[in-house]
C-alpha cells in the first residue's frame, strides 16, 4: 500500500483523465513472483473502470485467490500482446482470444546487419573469451555455472561477467556474484573481467558479438545475444526463459 500512498495529489488528477492502461514489463502475471497479481490490481486502482492492455509475460495461475484476481484482471482488458507462443496457446484454451504474439522488444534492442562479422566478413577477435551472466534469481545454478567457466578457463578463454543489475541491495546487484565467482575460482579468477555495458553501450554489443558463447541467467542478455547470432547457455531460473527458447526455436530462430 506504500506504492499507493506516496502518490502525489497531482499525479492521482492526471491519471483520471488517462483514456486507457496498458500493463507491460516482463514476467507480468505470474506466481513465480510473490502477489504479482494483487501488485497489478493495486496499481489499477486509480483507473479500474479503464479499458487496458496486457504486454509480454503472463501465466495462468494455480492458487484459487490468484484466479478470482486474474479473472477480474481480464474483465475490462482489451487485448493481450504475449511475447511467446505459449502464452498465446494458453490464454486462447481458457477462452480469451484477444489476443496476438508480439515479440519481446529487447530482441531488437541492437541493429542485427551491424554485426556482419559473425558471416564471417570481418576479423574474428584475436583472443577467445566468454560472456557470463549470474544473478540472484539464478544463484542456485551458480555451481554448475562455475564448472562452465572453469572448463573454459582450461581451454584458455578469457571470461567478461557482464553485470546486467547493479541494485543497491547487495544480493540483488550482480557485482556480488561477480565477486562470488572471482572468489570460487582462487587462481583462476585473473582469467574473469569485468564487463560494463551502461556506459559504452555500443563497445559492450561489439564484445558481445566476438565471443564464442554467452553463458547467462538473465533473460534480456540471453534474447540480445540470440539476436545477433552469438551461441548461448542460458540457466532456466524461471519458465519465462523456457518459453521464451520455445519462441526462438518456433521461429526458427538458432539459439
Known amino acids: 500500500m506504500k506504492y499507493i500512498s506516496e502518490w502525489k495529489l497531482k499525479e ?120 557470463v551472466n549470474i544473478n540472484k534469481n539464478g544463484e542456485h545454478f551458480f555451481d554448475e555455472i562455475l564448472q562452465d567457466v572453469k572448463e573454459y578457463i582450461q581451454e584458455w578463454y578469457e571470461v567478461y561477467f557482464v553485470p546486467v543489475s547493479i541494485g543497491t541491495n547487495k544480493e540483488y546487484s550482480d557485482i556480488f556474484y561477480y565477486h562470488k565467482l572471482k572468489t570460487s575460482l582462487k587462481l583462476e579468477a585473473e582469467h574473469v573481467t569485468l564487463l560494463e555495458w551502461k556506459s559504452e553501450f555500443e563497445y559492450f554489443v561489439k564484445m558481445l558479438a566476438g565471443a564464442s558463447i554467452v553463458i547467462s541467467t538473465r533473460l534480456h542478455l540471453f534474447l540480445i545475444a540470440s539476436f545477433i547470432g552469438v551461441p548461448t547457455k542460458v540457466y532456466p531460473y524461471q519458465r519465462k526463459i523456457l518459453k521464451m527458447q520455445n519462441t526462438l526455436k518456433d521461429l526458427s530462430i538458432k539459439t
Not at 507491460?24 to 506466481?31: K, Q, S
Open 12 to 131: 492521482w488528477k492526471l491519471r483520471r483523465k488517462i483514456d486507457a492502461v496498458i500493463i507491460w514489463g516482463g514476467e507480468i502475471l505470474t506466481e513465480e513472483n510473490k502477489n504479482s497479481y494483487r501488485y497489478r490490481l493495486a496499481s489499477l486502482l486509480f483507473c479500474l473502470r479503464k479499458p487496458r492492455y496486457l504486454m509480454w509475460g503472463i501465466q495462468l495461475p494455480i492458487k484459487r485467490f490468484n484466479w478470482l484476481l486474474f479473472r477480474f484482471l481480464l474483465k475490462r482488458t482489451n487485448r493481450i500482446f504475449a511475447r511467446d507462443h505459449e502464452t498465446v496457446h494458453e490464454l486462447k484454451t481458457y477462452g480469451f482470444n484477444s489476443i496476438e504474439f508480439f515479440m519481446d522488444t529487447a530482441y531488437f534492442a541492437y541493429p542485427r546487419n551491424s554485426f556482419q562479422q559473425l558471416n564471417g566478413s570481418t576479423p574474428q577477435p584475436s583472443e577467445k573469451y566468454i560472456i
